[in-house]
């Protein structure tokens, strides 16, 4: 056990923690309210049942982030292509980006990237630090008006000197393909409405326990962190699917006796490898959708990427688990991509 906390452990004052600067999505139009609206046959839609638990194998199955968000941009692609020829429509994303944060820069390069792939247009905006709110909000309502664009994505964050309610509200809802309006969020947790779009990791980290075969229905479900970007919304998702959710957060008392009871952990809290083997149900299933460098002089960077959940020891006690990179991560950009394709089909009344 030594060894693998030395492994897991990381000193606060040498770590810099990256909780989810990106928000990242389940989209839902009005002539169809269900979540995952882009349907491919079984055997392409499913990588594979978790039917392993920790008691019969050795170390948990590896959920696999990378193979399904490739699967999703191909489902993609087909439905682009077919709207394409049908109809005429290509959809379009509107990229806003303010600053020159490093880490922001290559999340747009990598939706950029990822838009192209799937036949998506992709526009982007780069401003500097200093500009005005005024001119975020005027470029916001060119997108809003101009109908060549399905989805607009403000990247965050912003400059400390931007309110960043006002910026996200002015974006119209029938474009928010990053879920983060009053609005779709309101309709999330309300039971009997449809928001028109889920943010992008939720949606993400829901879609992976699908994939999977994880049965949510009725399961103790413990959601770690509760950001308007990741936490609240996956734990709204989970009780959509009927699982008994709780909430860790800063001021819970006893969290590991409360994750202890989890079937099914997603930890989005931004600290690395906080939660331990001994935390852990056997046989649980860990969406870990946390990304934090911590120092490795063996790294040719000096650092590597872990997550929230301390991998060497969790990997022995769960039945699956995602790995840090690989897992969520790639699913989040394949959710924007969805969400925008949806946010077109529902805007030209495509099916």
């Not at 439905?79 to 820069?105: F, N, Q, T, W, Y």
């Not at 910026?167 to 119209?172: D, E, G, K, S, T």
């Not at 931004?270 to 911590?294: E, L, R, T, Y």
Request: proline letters at 6%.
């Amino acid at each position: 056990m030594a060894s693998s906390l030395t492994h897991c452990y990381s000193s606060p004052s040498s770590t810099t923690t990256l909780l989810l600067r990106r928000r990242h999505p389940i989209n839902v139009g009005p002539t169809s309210l269900r979540f995952f609206t882009i349907h491919s046959s079984p055997s392409s839609s499913r990588v594979l049942s978790i039917a392993a638990s920790a008691t019969e194998a050795s170390s948990a199955k590896v959920i696999d982030g990378k193979t399904v968000a490739k699967q999703i941009r191909d489902e993609i692609a087909v439905e682009v292509s077919r709207m394409r020829e049908a109809a005429g429509v290509i959809p379009g994303l509107a990229v806003i980006l303010v600053g020159d944060r490093k880490d922001s820069a290559t999340y747009v390069r990598n939706k950029k990237k990822a838009c192209e792939t799937v036949g998506i247009n992709s526009l982007e905006v780069n401003l500097p630090e200093d500009s005005t709110e005024e001119e975020v909000l005027n470029h916001i309502a060119g997108y809003n008006d101009d109908p060549s664009v399905h989805g607009i994505l403000v990247q965050l964050p912003l400059p400390s000197h931007m309110n960043e309610q006002n910026v996200l509200n002015a974006v119209r809802i029938e474009k928010d393909v990053d879920g983060f309006h009053p609005l779709n969020i309101g309709r999330l947790a309300m039971r009997g409405r449809e928001p028109l779009f889920v943010p992008c990791t939720p949606k993400g980290c829901i879609e992976l326990l699908h994939r999977y075969g994880v049965s949510i229905k009725g399961k103790r479900a413990v959601v770690i962190g509760r950001s308007n970007i990741v936490g609240m919304p996956a734990a709204l998702l989970l009780q959509r699917e009927d699982a008994t959710v709780s909430i860790v957060h800063s001021r819970t008392t006893n969290p590991e006796e409360i994750i202890r009871q989890a079937d099914i952990i997603i930890a989005a809290v931004g600290q690395p490898n906080m939660v331990k083997g001994s935390w852990i149900k056997p046989g649980a299933v860990i969406i870990d959708v946390g990304i934090n460098p911590v120092d490795d002089p063996s790294s040719s960077r000096g650092y590597k990427l872990v997550g929230d959940v301390c991998y060497e020891e969790a990997v022995k006690v769960a039945s699956a688990i995602t790995p840090v990179p690989g897992g969520v991560g790639p699913m989040t950009i394949a959710m924007l991509l969805q969400n925008t394709l949806i946010s077109a089909k529902r805007i030209h009344s495509f099916e």
